[in-house]
């Protein structure tokens, strides 16, 4: 397996992380599915979020392979809970020549650790509720389904990571 180092995306790596988020949602509207709406990869958003110190970049021999964010509150898809015990995951994607090198992974174990280090009880995302693969993929990982919700246009699958042994 290649090395994979995570690390903060900075100011640089705004249009990097734009094509990575671009090439993921062409990928998925190709199989006839929409990934993100009209408007939610403007550009300047995803700098804005970059300078807000959302995103992190999973680099495989130091070349960017993948990406996520990483927030701490999530009141579009998460309103009925409280946000204190949790962290959030969002836009996770992987450079189509790194499927199947373990990126995705990498991204969601560093992810359960720094949400453990900061005191979290949960690691929680959601996805397309109608992605039986990507589902698939989050609930080996070890993340288990929460619920569905209807969030706008997008009918989710919420899911939740437990990071402490209690309730």
Avoid: C
């Avoid at 709406?37 to 403007?42: I, K, P, R």
């Amino acid at each position: 397996m290649p090395a994979i180092t995570i690390r903060q995306a900075q100011a640089t790596d705004a249009a990097m992380v734009q094509e990575m988020l671009d090439e993921a949602a062409r990928w998925v509207d190709a199989m006839g599915v929409v990934m993100w709406e009209a408007g939610e990869l403007v550009p300047g958003r995803v700098d804005e979020e970059i300078a807000a110190g959302l995103f992190f970049i999973a680099d495989v021999d130091n070349d960017p392979a993948g990406v996520v964010r990483f927030q701490l509150d999530d009141r579009l898809f998460w309103p009925d809970l409280t946000q204190d015990d949790s962290a959030f995951i969002h836009r996770l994607v992987v450079r189509r020549r790194y499927k199947g090198l373990g990126v995705s992974t990498a991204l969601m174990e560093w992810a359960v650790s720094r949400a453990r280090t900061m005191g979290k009880s949960y690691l929680r995302l959601d996805t397309d509720a109608s992605r039986p693969k990507l589902r698939e993929l989050y609930e080996r990982f070890g993340f288990e389904f929460h619920s569905f919700r209807q969030v706008g246009a997008y009918y989710v699958a919420r899911y939740q990571y437990r990071l402490t042994n209690q309730g």
